[in-house]
């Protein structure tokens, strides 16, 4: 048996660089996308929106803007858990219910 020459190594370079660039073209197709804000709340439609009638809080609210609320659109805490995971920093946007001036006090 004879030893593998140069020569020999040299004709897998073509077929090696093909598998190689098959395997990145397809696990840069299957790698989850980084730039996408929602990972899972209410993927099949379009678009997702949630309309609140002001007049209709009663008390403080907060809206999620992290997209990772159990309760969405309402803030569940999740944000504190994403925020340890990645060093991001959101937080919810909170409506506080404006206390109208009475003259009793
Ligand atoms: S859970 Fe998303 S901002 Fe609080």
Known sequence: MRAPE????????PILTSIGLA????WHCLRPKAD?????????????VDTMNVDDIKEDIS????????EFPLCDG???????KTGDNVGP??????QKKTFCD
Not at 63 to 70: G, H, L
């Open 78 to 84: 999740s944000h504190n858990e994403h925020n340890k």
């Open 93 to 98: 946007m909170c409506l506080r219910k404006q």
């Open 36 to 48: 996408i804000i929602n990972p899972n709340i209410k993927k099949t439609e379009e678009k997702v």
């Open 63 to 70: 809206f999620c803007r992290c997209w990772r609320s159990q």
């Open 6 to 13: 140069t020569s020999d190594l040299v004709t897998y370079i």
């Open 23 to 26: 395997l990145y073209v397809i």
